[in-house]
């Protein structure tokens, strides 16, 4: 069936595609260069929904392989499993989103802009659908070069420093993984990733590679006490920079927990369990806490992010089914709804230019269309159920209730809280009445807004309502991992037992 | 004959610089343009020449020089980098009327030099040929005369570059008088058999390698780096940052790897100190410089440390990774330089203050994009292809067993990380108006656009062929 398929090296062509138009962005005016890039993400987008609906769930771990050898240690290697497919699936989706969202508030250096996320874009795709350990180091610190520029560009005031920061922290994290990685490369005598996952690693060893990793994709997860880069950066970044960062960078940091640190290294894994769900825990209450007291809005939405990844770390470490895919959920939740919320915030700065939670107020009387879709991403954000973010989070706090009580009850407090400055956001920007004349003279959402958020807010209650959608390409690839990292698996603190069935059907089972 | 065939490129230069003297003598400054473009052929020809030259490998002269591949990847560099120095100069002293003929001329000779220093398997043709280098390094340096800067940077980088010589003779004469022998395989025999015992091998070796650190600018022996690249005319700094240094590393990897081999723990650990404290030096240094040559001296400074760390790895793989590193090092500088070049103010006048490049990306974008490619990749930030080199001689590090190594190696890429994403903000961030006029060269336009092509990610291409090349080199001289 993929056999067909394998001919056309269709994940090049989602990876050469973006880094073309990019290209031709350079050369043409600012309005072309707006479709240039709308026509170009809105075509990976298809290609994408293709590539979803040719996928096989239960077929190879590894489809739409391509393996093209460069040269000494690195090959041209791209193929994807299920968690590689719905994440660069949620890529796909969410750039035409950001196309959308600058095309009036960017209004200087288009092309350069349009370029730059192209560029991104591309970088990112490549990071989901390497196979070959260098190749994805090259596409995971490709895209800080035009995270970079974008942050420092077009960014807000204290760009300069937002940039600088966020590049030279990621860049610290990365290099400790590149000397992990050589030790690895050298180690197993291969680069290839399919093959690191299946190698076993010295014990001893991989305490120190889990080490180097986890320096690399706790920064970019943001973990506390490493996430500090990241209200500043999504607070300087224009909008649309700010949901590609909360939307899909960030998801790189847990993506490489999945495809690297647990498979990879389990026993390292094991044995720094409790750092992990030492640093989640506190990140759950500590930066929901800070989040309760930000004044900007964007501000709160980037710690809220920060406790809202924690969830995805706790799942992560759970060694167990419910645990992963509920991580995986709240990955695809945060990128939609994290995103939907910075284009909330997008909509009310490009009219009144301040993000000051306070200048706002009662715009539920003069925007309902934007406060009813404004509540819809803070529900989900809170995680109620019948929205993506329940799902998510009630997967996820099983899985880790297996492992650890103690964790799990951590964790739940971070849902309270979550509820609590997610909805004292809304009060205070929504409800009450128009105290300003300027906020109060703002226009509803206009046509383009529709078009920005109705789709994320569908996708939202799709997952929500049906997430199974979401959970049959991952569900084998989790399975794998699950019993990968099985022979490592701490033992929970749960003790559960299986109830005695009161049903007489099961009588059969438990005569055995 | 038989003897003359492998150094034909050699024969080539030295024969057409000597023809190419007497013109300039008698042409005066007519003749500057066909000494340079004629320089340039012969460059170009001595290249074309090297082809045959591997197959002729092994000691010739009594063992005074070998044509190895080794060698042959070395001149490859130096030759190119040289017709680059050479080409990148025209267009600037003419400006001046200050561009006599002998520039061309200093530069081949210097090439000479670089020739023999890579080929070199004797302690006496190693001196001649650094000193063949040297001297015509010193003219160079000073070649503006009338500029007070250019004669300061003459003057001191001649007067320690006299001290350094002394301190390396020194070094030889201890080597020879404690092995009987000049040459390499004779002393590795002398180092296998007394090991480093003997405290006059082992002095001798020091010295050595003091005398070699200045040549390729490596801490603490960089004090004249800074001072001599800011002061010498910018052709000219281009021409040291590149050609000679590469001629210095590859003789340095020669010197460590074939006559002290035996002896590589007593080299290990200084190659090691030298490393880190020229990747943190050349990196924390270059935080407050206001002066691109200057800056782009400390980055030469950083990159010297990373191919030493290659070099401390020892073994065929790091040897390879070090000619690698330098190979992409020398596309990746000269790119630079030639974008320094284009800096100029009103009236053509050279500018070299990084705040003249300020709002760079919107008055001249391509000129940026070129000059912030060059600067991510001097990083080491992927997914352009500085990246890949540095990732090598890494390799070869943690091969060997000196984890720390690298990673304090790494570490020290982010600390330099920060001065090239500097001059990044100020062409991208910045929003003063560039102060920066039109040059119209259209060879080094090209000559940017391909250097900058192939430290984009097409490099990557490169690393097949390259790295065959850089293997096999290495592999001659085990």
Known sequence: MVGAVTELPILSILVGLPLVAGMACLFVGANAARWTALIATLIEFAIGVWLWVAFDPAGAQWQFVERLPIGAGIDWALGIDGIALVLIMLTLFLMPICIGASWRAIDKRVPEYMAAFLLTEALIIGVFAAQDLFLFYIFFEGGLIPMYLIIGVWGGPERIKASYKFFLYTFLG?????????????????????????????????????????????????????????????????TAGSVILAGVLLKLGGYGFIRFSLPMFPEGSAMFLPLVFTLSGIAVVYTSLVALVQRDMKKLIAYSSVAHMAFVTFGLFAFNQQGIEGAMIVMLSHGLVSGALFLCVGVIYDRLH???????????????????????????????????????????????????????????????LGAVYMLYLYWR???????????????????????????????????????????????????????????????????????????????????? | MNQLMPIVPEMILTVGAIVLMMVAAFAGRRGSGLTSWAAVALLLAATVALIGAPSHAGPLFGGLIAADAFGAFGKVIIFLASAVAIIAAHGWFERDAEHASEYSVLILFSAVGGAVMVSATSLMTLYVGLELTSLSSYVLASYRRSDERSAEAGLKYFVLGALASGILLYGISLLYGFTGTMGFQGIAGAFARDGTHSIGLLFGLVFVLAGLAFKISAVPFHMWTPDVYEGAPTPVTAFFASAPKVAAVLLATRVCLEALGPATDAWRQIVIVAALASILLGAVAAWGQTNIKRLLAYSSINNVGFALIGLAAGGPKGASAVLFYMAVYVVMTLGAFLCVLRMRGRNGRPLESLDSLSGLSQSRPAFAAALAIFMFSLAGVPPLFGFWPKLLVFRAAIDSGLVALAVAGLLGTVIGAYYYLRIVKIMYFDEAPATLYRVRAPVERLLILLAALIVSPLGYLLIGPLGRFADRAAGSIF
Do not use: C
């Open chain 1, 174 to 238: 990365s290099v400790l993984m590149l000397v992990a990685m050589l030790y690895m490369a050298i180690n197993a005598g291969t680069t290839s990733i399919p093959a690191l996952m299946a190698h076993d690693f010295p014990v001893d060893a991989q305490k120190w590679l889990w080490l180097a990793f986890f320096a690399s994709f706790a920064v970019k997860m943001p973990m506390w006490p490493v996430h500090t880069w990241l209200p500043d950066a999504h607070v300087q970044a224009p």
């Open chain 1, 354 to 416: 301040t993000r000051e939670i306070d200048r706002y107020g009662g715009l539920s009387d003069n925007m309902p269309a934007y406060a009813l879709l404004f509540m819809l991403f803070t529900m989900a954000s809170v995680g109620l159920p019948g929205t993506s973010g329940f799902v998510g989070e009630f997967l996820s706090l099983v899985g880790t209730y297996h492992m650890s009580t103690w964790a799990a009850v951590v964790a739940t407090t971070g849902i309270i």
């Open chain 1, 429 to 512: 920007i929504a409800f009450g009445t128009l105290r300003h004349a300027d906020a109060a003279a703002m226009p509803d959402l206009a046509a383009r807004e529709w078009w920005l958020l109705a789709p994320i807010a569908a996708v939202v209650l799709w997952m929500g309502v049906y997430p199974e959608t979401f959970l049959t390409p991952i569900r084998a690839d989790v399975g794998r991992l699950v019993a990968r990292v099985e022979r490592a698996a701490p033992k929970g603190d749960s003790m559960l037992t299986a109830g005695k069935p009161p049903l007489k059907v099961f009588d059969v089972e438990a005569a055995h």
